[in-house]
């Protein structure tokens, strides 16, 4: 939007320029509209022009093209503006310099007048406004931004690590990376009754261990309740 506006600012002053610079003196005090226009073309003379069959009218016609391409924002309008009147000037001065046989520049009046620097003002100024512009933008953006704009923005997570890959020591257990960690069940993991432990066996003291171990009942020692001890 704001390089729209620049670049028509710009073209404005442009299509100004140009479209005055036939009412100011272009060679030798003699005006841009005194120059007829089939003079580009079979040679220059000194006959005075009529006004709409002058330089005016490529100008008038750059001018119309600059306000067509502002309205439709078209930056090939505007900058085919622009290189008609640069267009239409230099071969102007070609065939002045051809008439004259040199184009000078003098500060009394003599020489290129200022309507000449005007009208490349103008088509340089049409050209910027061109090249500033940023022109319409197609159909198919424009669907594209709108579709975006109607469309929720997918969550993206941030960027970093993977904090789920990285070992975090437990304050009650056992250490970071600690192989026993991955092997205790967790506080939601079903119970297995038969575990994946090994089984520990434990000795029964007083069973099958002592010296008597193969007595009978009937031949226990001392304080069996059974022998000949004194009654």
Known sequence: MIRNVAGAVL???????????????????????????????????????DLWWSLLL???????????????????????????????????????GQYEGSLTVGGDGTGLGDGVANALGGGILLLLGALVMSGRRRKRERREDRREAEEPRAYA???????????????YGAPAGDPREASSPGP?????????????????????QGPDRDQGPDQGGPGTGSGTGPR
């Open 157 to 171: 997570p941030p960027a970093g690590p993977d904090p789920r890959a990285t070992p975090v020591s437990d304050p």
């Open 58 to 96: 490529p100008f008038a016609f750059a001018a119309l093209l600059t306000l067509v391409g502002l309205v439709l924002r078209s930056r090939l309008l505007v900058a085919l503006a622009g290189l008609v009147v640069l267009g239409f000037t230099v071969f102007w001065m070609v065939r002045v």
């Open 11 to 49: 073209a404005l002053a442009g299509a100004t320029a140009a479209v005055l610079s036939p009412f100011r003196a272009w060679y030798d005090g003699r005006h841009g509209r005194d120059y007829a226009l089939d003079e580009l073309f079979t040679g220059v003379s000194e006959a005075k022009a």
């Open 188 to 208: 939601y993991d079903p119970y297995d009754p038969y575990g994946s432990e090994p089984t520990r066996t434990f000795d029964v003291p007083g069973q099958g």
